[in-house]
């Protein structure tokens, strides 16, 4: 086991009123049993590939060669939003903690905006000719990431030229005839094609998620297992209870039905994990926002949000659940020496003790504050953070979210919200005066 997961904190029986009871909570997890019969099913008849890629290696050999390719490059930038940015991204950020890549892999931009202004600050400012790109959209038909793609195409042209172009350039796409696999036949580029029963919030175990890691140098295969870790015990399990993603999904169901605990709050005390919070957020919204079920979730971040939301979650509504992602950073870094105090008492606490020590301290700290005021808190904890770990936590919120989907009746793997916005998006496009910038 790669983590520890503790809910003691978020029971009534620690908490208070706001907090579980146990009896709801093994009502919830009894309810969580019954779709354990169902995930055994989908992996065996195919139904959710998502179950399988944890134990596959044989797809990991083809991307080799594109990753080594890509590798050589100075800069890669990767063109996809949601799931297909927001996985790559959580997984590259143990390499690239915003000072840039290490061991002379390039730098991964991941573009996942229009913004107008960011693109032309990035055609500007990167040395297209020493550059990758990478194109993601599982449909082929994502309007955010064609437009990227048509817009920087021009600009990788001038610089490369058109015979070289199809070097520098690789697409991710469901095995069909659409928008983006045709622009890439145009260029001549490798199409990487995209299992389509893998919905893009899903994808970070398949290419889409593993390919940028691979360049960025990453040991894929120890990410699968570490998720394989975390999914094997469920699918050979006959009781949910004692599954830690079947547990956290029915205490966070369990005091929404019995408390109306709308909000759910991550916070990782760990750089690395800030894109894990952006991940996750997209992961439980998208799946279970659905005829008027599911609940917030909200990214913070330790130590920033102790001074920026901690007053709320503490004196605002309780209306919140908590979960403080703990990595055991104790003796991490310098010590402070007693020299550098100056005599100074007031700073005796510090004399010794290092930026992790102090890290640590303050994440025991506000677990034990939030709780101490009676919001429903849960701890997970991890010794170390590599690509095992990694991939073991985002197994765990994977199927934590499918075990809540489960529990409130909704089909993890639709967003029938996010498709209408996706309809009108190109209606407004099509009905807009390109001289004004009004709709008539």
């Not at 890509?70 to 799931?83: D, R």
């Amino acid at each position: 086991m790669f983590y520890s997961h503790v809910i003691d904190d978020a029971l009534e029986s620690k908490v208070g009123k706001q907090g579980l009871h146990r009896a709801a909570l093994d009502r919830e997890l009894a309810n969580a049993s019954k779709a354990l019969d169902r995930f055994r099913q989908w992996k065996a008849d195919g139904t959710l590939p998502l179950l399988s890629l944890p134990g596959a290696r044989d797809d990991l050999a083809p991307l080799k060669p594109h990753a080594e390719r890509f590798a050589k490059f100075e800069h890669v930038i990767v063109l996809g939003t949601g799931g297909s940015s927001l996985g790559g991204q959580t997984l590259v950020a143990l390499k690239d903690q915003g000072f840039g890549p290490q061991n002379g892999r390039p730098k991964l931009w991941f573009m996942d905006n229009v913004d107008p202004a960011t693109f032309t600050e990035l055609a500007a400012r990167l040395p297209l000719a020493r550059t990758g790109l990478i194109v993601i959209s599982k449909s082929g038909t994502t309007a955010e990431t064609l437009t990227q793609f048509l817009t920087l195409l021009p600009e990788f042209e001038a610089k490369v030229g058109k015979d070289r172009l199809a070097e520098h350039v690789i697409a991710i796409t469901e095995p069909s005839d659409n928008a983006l696999s045709r622009l890439a036949g145009r260029i001549g580029c490798p199409i990487l094609d995209h299992d389509p029963r893998v919905g893009g919030r899903f994808s970070v175990l398949s290419l889409v998620g593993l390919l940028p890691a691979m360049i960025a140098g990453l040991d894929v295969g120890a990410v699968r297992e570490g998720a394989a870790s975390v999914l094997d015990p469920v699918l050979e399990a006959s009781d949910a209870g004692d599954l830690p993603p079947a547990v956290g999904a029915a205490l966070s169901v369990g005091l929404a039905r019995e408390h109306g605990i709308g909000t759910t709050v991550l916070m990782p005390y760990c750089d690395r994990l800030g894109y894990f919070g952006f991940w996750y957020r997209q992961l439980w919204a998208e799946s279970l926002g659905k005829g008027g079920n599911g609940t917030t979730p909200v990214r913070a971040m330790g130590t920033v949000d102790q001074h920026s939301q901690l007053q709320l979650y503490l004196g605002g509504p309780a209306d919140k659940m908590f979960t403080v992602l703990i990595l055991d950073t104790a003796g991490k870094g310098t010590p402070i020496a007693p020299a550098a105090l100056g005599g100074d008492k007031s700073l005796s606490y510090l004399e010794n003790r290092s930026l992790g020590d102090l890290l640590l301290a303050e994440a025991d700290a506000t677990a034990a504050t939030l709780a101490k005021n009676g919001r429903p808190t849960r701890v997970m904890r991890i010794s170390t953070l590599d690509e095992r770990v990694m991939g073991a936590l985002m197994m765990h919120y994977m199927l934590e979210t499918m075990f809540a989907a489960h529990l409130l009746g909704v089909d993890a793997f639709d967003q029938p919200a996010v498709e209408e916005g996706k309809i009108l998006t190109r209606q407004y496009l099509a009905d807009r005066v390109s001289s004004t910038g009004r709709r008539p």
